[in-house]
C-alpha cells in the first residue's frame, strides 16, 4: 500500500489566489481528516469525513476554507481567498475506525506571500 | 475539556539517558490515549498506543505509564538514542460514540544529543 498521498508538496502562492491541496487515503479505510499543523498552535482538526460525508467541520477557521470528498479515494481542502496566515502544512490522515490507528499522509507546506 | 495538554515544550537528553514527555487530559470519556512520533518533512506516525484498562505499556525501549485518577500519561524513552531526535505527541479521544477524532497535545520536540 503506497500510504496516505497528499499533492502537492510544496506550495507558493500569492495572497489571494486560489489553493486546492489533494488527498488519496489509504484504500479502504473510512475516516478521513484534515490538520493544519504550525509551529503556534501545534496540530489542529480542521475538518473530517466518515464514508464520504463531513462530520466535524467546527475547526475550519473561516468560510475561505472549504473541503469535499466526493468519492472513498479522494478529497480535496480549498482556500479562496488565501492569506499570508494560511501558511502552514497540512496533513491529510485516514483510518479505518475514528479515533485510532491514523496513517497521516507527509503534507503540503503552503507558504502565501 | 477537550484539550490536551502536554510537556516539556521541548528536551534535550544525551545518549543513553531517559526521556520522560508528560501528557494530562481532562475528558474522563477519554478511553484511547496514543503517542505519534514525527521526522522533519514527514507526517506524524504511530508510536505506541494505551487503553485506560492497563497502567503501563511497553514496546522496546518506548513506555506509556498511565494514571488514571491523575488523567495523566507518560512516554518514556529508555536508552534515548540520537535516531529518537523527532517531535513526539500525545493524544486521546473516545472511540464510542460518535466522536471519531484524535485530540493533540501541543509536541515535544526531543534532541538526543550524542
Known amino acids: 500500500d503506497a500510504g496516505v498521498i497528499q499533492s502537492p508538496r510544496h506550495e507558493v502562492t500569492e495572497m489571494g489566489q486560489e489553493v486546492t491541496l489533494r488527498c488519496k487515503p489509504i484504500s479502504g479505510h473510512d475516516y478521513l481528516f484534515w490538520y493544519r499543523q504550525t509551529m503556534m498552535r501545534g496540530l489542529e482538526l480542521l475538518i473530517y469525513?466518515?464514508?464520504?460525508?463531513?462530520?466535524?467541520d467546527s475547526g475550519m477557521p473561516e468560510d475561505r476554507f472549504s473541503a469535499k470528498m466526493p468519492n472513498a479515494s479522494f478529497s480535496t481542502l480549498k482556500i479562496q481567498p488565501s492569506e499570508p496566515r494560511d501558511s502552514a502544512v497540512y496533513f491529510c490522515a485516514s483510518t479505518l475506525q475514528g479515533g485510532f490507528g491514523y496513517t497521516f499522509g507527509s503534507g503540503t507546506r503552503l507558504t502565501v506571500v | 475539556q477537550q484539550q490536551v495538554k502536554q510537556s516539556p515544550q521541548s528536551l534535550i537528553v544525551q545518549k543513553g539517558g531517559i526521556s520522560i514527555i508528560n501528557c494530562a487530559y481532562e475528558n474522563t470519556a477519554f478511553d484511547y490515549f496514543p503517542w505519534y512520533q514525527q521526522f522533519p518533512g514527514k507526517g506524524p506516525a504511530l508510536l505506541i498506543a494505551i487503553r485506560p484498562d492497563v497502567s503501563e505499556k511497553k514496546e522496546g525501549r518506548f513506555t506509556i505509564s498511565f494514571n488514571k485518577s491523575a488523567k495523566q500519561f507518560s512516554l518514556h524513552i529508555m536508552d534515548s538514542q540520537p535516531g529518537d531526535s523527532a517531535t513526539y505527541f500525545c493524544a486521546a479521544s473516545m472511540r464510542s460514540g460518535s466522536q471519531g477524532n484524535l485530540i493533540f497535545g501541543k509536541g515535544t520536540k526531543l534532541s538526543v544529543k550524542p
Open positions: 469525513f466518515n464514508n464520504n460525508v463531513p462530520i466535524d
